[in-house]
C-alpha cells in the first residue's frame, strides 16, 4: 500500500490524480490533500476522502475551511501554509524516487575478472582499461562486420555522437560534447581494444553498452567507428 499526499488536488491534474486512486482502493491510500485556495472544492473532496490531512497554501482559506466542514470528519487535520505543505510533503510519492532500471543505465558492476557464464569476453572495470586497450580486435573487419556495426551505432550512437561521428548529435547539444570520434590522431592513438572498453563500461559520463550490445556487437560497432576516420 502506498501512502500518497496529492498536492494541487482542487486543479484538472489533481482531480484526475484522484480519479487514478479511487480506482486503486487496494495500492495506494490517500494520505494528504494540499490546494491553494478553493476552499469549497477541497471540502468536497475532504468529505469525500476524508484523508488524515488537507493543507491549504493561503492560511485565511484555511480557517474558512475548518469552518466549513464544522467538524463532519474529525479525522483530518487541517494546515496551513509552507509549514503545513511541509508537514504533508514527506508522504509524496514520486515515480522518479522508485526503483527502476533505466535502458542504457548499468544498475550494477560485475567484480573485475568476471566471466559470463556464456563465456565471451572477460570484464574488464573502467579502471582496467589501459589492460583492456592491449586486446586485439577478435573480429575481422569484414563488409558484414561493419554493415552490422553501422546498423547498431545508428541506434545507439547517432543520438550523441552524430550520424557522422564528430559529435553533433541531437542529445549532444543538451549534453556533454563527445569527442569526435573522425579525428585522425585520435583513431590512430585508440587502440580497438581501448574502444571497445569504452563501449563495454561506459566514460565519464557515456553510458555503458554492456546489456544492450553483446560483446561481440561492440566490436562490430568498432570496427564501423573505424571507417568514419576522416580521410
Ligand atoms: C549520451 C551520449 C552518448 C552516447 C549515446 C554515446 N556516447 Fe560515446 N561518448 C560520449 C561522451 C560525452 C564521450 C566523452 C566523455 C566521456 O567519456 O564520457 C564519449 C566518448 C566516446 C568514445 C571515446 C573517445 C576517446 O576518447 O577515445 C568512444 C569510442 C565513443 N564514445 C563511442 C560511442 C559509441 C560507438 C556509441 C554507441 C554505442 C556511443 N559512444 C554512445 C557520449 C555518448
Not at 468529505?47 to 467538524?71: H, S
Not at 573487419?141 to 547498431?152: F, N, V
Not at 563495454?200 to 570496427?223: F, T
Amino acid at each position: 500500500m502506498i501512502g500518497v499526499t496529492v498536492l494541487g488536488s482542487t486543479g484538472s491534474i489533481g482531480e484526475s490524480t484522484l480519479d487514478v486512486l479511487a480506482r486503486h482502493p487496494d495500492r495506494f491510500k490517500l494520505v494528504g490533500l494540499g490546494a491553494n485556495r478553493n476552499v469549497a472544492k477541497l471540502a468536497a473532496q475532504v468529505l469525500r476522502w476524508r484523508p488524515p490531512y488537507a493543507v491549504l497554501a493561503d492560511e485565511n482559506a484555511a480557517r474558512e475551511l475548518v469552518q466549513a466542514l464544522d467538524g463532519q470528519v474529525p479525522e483530518t487535520r487541517v494546515l496551513a501554509g509552507a509549514q503545513g505543505l511541509i508537514i504533508v510533503y514527506r508522504w509524496t510519492h514520486d515515480m522518479i524516487k522508485t526503483q527502476r532500471v533505466m535502458p542504457g543505465e548499468m544498475n550494477f558492476a560485475m567484480a573485475p575478472g568476471s566471466l559470463p557464464r556464456t563465456g565471451s569476453q572477460l570484464y574488464y572495470s573502467k579502471e582496467q582499461r589501459e589492460v583492456a586497450a592491449l586486446r586485439k580486435n577478435p573480429v575481422p573487419a569484414t563488409a558484414e562486420s561493419i554493415r552490422k556495426g553501422g546498423d547498431l551505432y545508428v541506434i545507439y550512437c547517432t543520438p550523441c555522437h552524430g550520424a557522422s561521428g564528430t559529435g553533433n548529435g541531437l542529445v549532444a547539444a543538451k549534453f556533454v560534447t563527445p569527442a569526435d570520434l573522425t579525428n585522425p590522431e585520435l583513431q590512430k592513438a585508440r587502440t580497438d581494444g581501448y574502444w571497445q572498453s569504452y563501449l563495454s563500461v561506459g566514460g565519464a559520463v557515456m553510458p555503458s553498452y554492456s546489456e544492450s550490445l553483446s560483446a561481440e556487437e561492440r566490436w562490430h560497432v568498432i570496427n564501423y567507428v573505424r571507417t568514419l576516420a576522416a580521410k
